[in-house]
């Protein structure tokens, strides 16, 4: 029986909050994050409060709007091209998902790419996928890095199997993982024979939103991060993993919650106080 230590995103995110505080506090300026949401799908409501109430606890200053889910696309670019235009705001972050109506894609470019907090535009995924150093990381991808980092798990030469291909968490954590010189395995919905593949993984990242993970399919030892969140009628928060037949077989694991889910909130209060110091040139 292998014995599986927890990745703790909550104990990491508080520590990396009381850090950010301090380097904070000391600014002449507080920096600003404004947060656009279109509808009222209520998980996006959840993690908006979220995102807003860390940035306040930080120190931070924050712009919060909400639009009917049946808002005009012209009226969103309207407004973030009215955000990109004032000063003091440092970052900008659209939620998602959009309402099916809404030219994603369309939206998130329409951000200043030096305001884009979550690194979503072309021009900041672009750099990421070309290697340039100072580009934004997307939210839950620098959230993952900075929990492997805090607990020491250095991936080079591991084989890492990220499941799920999405611009928001695969692709760039298959990226990051790369980076970070992992040989990277890249599933999806229509992978054939998915078990088989995460058998042979060192890390396994599943990011699906279905179990599709239990302890049967897990090789020894491997490191399991669960960026899977999923509601159930009990009312309990579930990932993609079967925590507990996982136990005895991973080596590490990220509970949900309290993994990946505080990890993407203290990375985006990272990304901002990156881009602020970036647009005050107090960062190369
Ligand atoms: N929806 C779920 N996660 C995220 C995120 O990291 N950024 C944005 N903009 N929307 C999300």
Redesign the pocket.
């Known amino acids: 029986m292998v014995n599986t230590k927890i990745l703790d995103g909550k104990l990491t995110s508080e520590k990396l909050t009381e850090k950010l505080k301090l380097q904070v506090a000391n600014l002449a300026k507080k920096p600003t994050l404004a947060v656009l949401l279109v509808g009222d799908n209520p998980a996006?409501e959840i993690?908006v409060k979220a995102k807003l109430k860390k940035a306040q606890s930080i120190g931070f200053d924050t712009i919060f709007e909400q639009m009917s889910a049946d808002t005009a696309e012209e009226i969103i670019l309207e407004k973030i091209e009215d955000w990109n235009t004032i000063d003091d705001i440092n970052g900008i972050?659209?939620?998602?998902?959009l309402p099916s109506h809404l030219n994603k894609n369309k939206i998130l470019n329409e951000i200043d790419e030096e305001k884009d907090v979550?690194g979503?535009t072309k021009f900041n995924s672009g750099s990421y996928y070309t290697g340039v150093k100072d580009c934004v990381v997307?939210?839950?991808t620098r959230g993952i890095a900075m929990l492997l980092d805090e607990y020491g798990i250095n991936v080079e030469g591991m084989h890492a199997v990220v499941v799920g291909r999405s611009n928001?968490v695969g692709k760039p954590t298959a990226q990051m993982l790369l980076n970070r010189n992992a040989t990277v395995t890249v599933c999806h919905s229509k992978t054939k024979d998915l078990e088989s593949i995460i058998k042979t993984a060192d890390i396994v990242v599943s990011a699906v939103g279905e179990k599709i993970i239990n302890g049967k399919i897990l090789k020894n030892d491997s490191i399991v991060i669960d960026v899977g969140i999923e509601r159930r009628s009990n009312g309990k928060i579930t990932g993609d993993v079967d925590f507990d037949s996982a136990l005895g077989h991973a080596s590490f694991i990220s509970p949900v919650p309290g993994g990946v889910g505080p990890m993407?909130v203290i990375a985006?209060m990272y990304n901002l106080f990156d881009l602020y110091r970036r647009q005050q040139h107090l960062l190369q």
């Open positions: 996006s993690y972050l659209v939620q998602l998902p979550d979503l997307p939210c839950t928001l993407t985006l």
